[in-house]
Structures are given as C-alpha cells and as structure tokens.
T-cell receptor
C-alpha cells in the first residue's frame, strides 16, 4: 500500500446520508481510480481520473460522483447512500509513463449503509 | 459475462504442490496482469505480460498468454501457506478509446500446511 492512503477505513452510515471517501497518494501518479469490491463480482470501476479536474465514468458510476482538485487527492462521494452501496471501496493509482498501466492499490474502505 | 473470467473459482492444494489458475477474456488486449489480494487488504500487482509475449517468469510465478485462445494462466510453483490469497487477472484494453483495465472475479487459493 506504499504511498496510498484511504480515509476513513471503516464507516457505518444511514440510508439517505451523503458520504465522502478520500484517497491520498504521495507518488505523483497521473491516474487514480475508485473501485468497489463485492462477493462474486471482483472489482468494478466506479470512476477514474486522468489528471487534475479530469474524470470519467466507469461501469458502475450511478449514485457516485468524484472530484480531483489536486494531483494527490481523489474524492468519492455517495450523494445519498443506499444499502446497495454497502461494499469495500478501493482506490488505485497508476502512472502512464511506464506504458504498462499496472495499478497500485490502497488498503480499502469498508462502508456499511444501514 | 465479464471480459476476464478466472477458473477455477476456488482451489485448495497442499504446501509444495503447484497451483494453476486460468483467465479467459473476450476482446483484444494491450496487456494482461495478475494481482494477489490477501484477506482484508488491497490488491498487489504480481506480473504483467504484453500481448506480443507468450510467457514470463518472476520467481515462483510463471504466466503464459495465448492470444489466439484469448486465455492466460498463472502457475505458482512449490506453493507455500503464505500464498493463500485471492488471485485476479486484469485485462488492459486500448489505446483506442483510451486504456481500460477490467478485473475478473478472482480465484481463491488455499494452501494447506
């Protein structure tokens, strides 16, 4: 998990409340990603960023928004949390200069929506 | 079905045995990667194989890629209890339309001491 932190690591929230998860990197990597991991589904991409203020949707973006105002920070917001958003959320980074696009993952945030 | 699908879903072996996991995909790829995830942790990159490569080695890991069959395999030789984890293949497609990485659902490996 070198150079990537996520906060909070655990959160319990109620249906209908907004939630923001933070990903912070110290590697100065260009690309940042948010995934959710659910049993039987592997990792599914929510949103990704290819630069400051440059973001795009992944395969499961409904109900989520993101922002990246600095290279090192990528925020994921659940506008109005639902029980279906109970999951483990992972942030990842990658650096396009290598040409290989391997990703480095944070430790994850376990979110429970009651 | 998903771009990358691992087989088997779960595998239980004795320490010292070899473990083989397979990944199949549907579209042309730029490269294919394998990751490991220990319980409760983030994924860790293991090895990458490019579309023009057929085999790569890294320590006890051997990865093969058959683009004609759209499949890859990960072999872990002389397994150890510490290899117990979930293993994911990730296919990277692009550059047309931008690079995208798609993860499979994973293979859970249990190595018995």
């Amino acid at each position: 998990d070198a150079g990537i932190t996520q906060s909070p690591r655990h959160k319990v929230t109620e249906t209908g409340t907004p939630v923001t998860l933070r990903c912070h990197q110290t590697e100065n990597h260009r690309y940042m990603y948010w995934y959710r991991q659910d049993p039987g589904h592997g990792l599914r991409l929510i949103h990704y960023s290819y630069g400051v203020k440059d973001t795009d949707k992944g395969e499961v973006s409904d109900g989520y928004s993101v922002s990246r105002s600095k290279t090192e920070d990528f925020l994921l917001t659940l506008e109005s949390a639902t029980s279906s958003q109970t999951s483990v959320y992972f942030c990842a980074i990658s650096e396009s200069r290598t040409g290989s696009y391997e990703q480095y993952f944070g430790p994850g945030t376990r979110l429970t929506v009651t | 079905s998903q771009q990358g699908e691992e087989d088997p879903q779960a595998l239980s072996i004795q320490e010292g045995e070899n473990a083989t996991m397979n990944c199949s995909y549907k579209t042309s790829i730029n490269n294919l990667q394998w990751y490991r995830q220990n319980s409760g942790r983030g994924l860790v990159h293991l090895i990458l194989i490019r579309s023009n490569e057929r085999e790569k080695h890294s320590g006890r890991l051997r990865v093969t890629l058959d683009t004609s069959k759209k499949s890859s395999s990960l072999l872990i030789t002389a397994s150890r209890a510490a290899d117990t984890a979930s293993y994911f293949c990730a296919t990277v497609i692009g550059p047309t339309g931008g690079f995208k990485t798609i993860f499979g659902a994973g293979t859970r490996l249990f190595v018995k001491a």
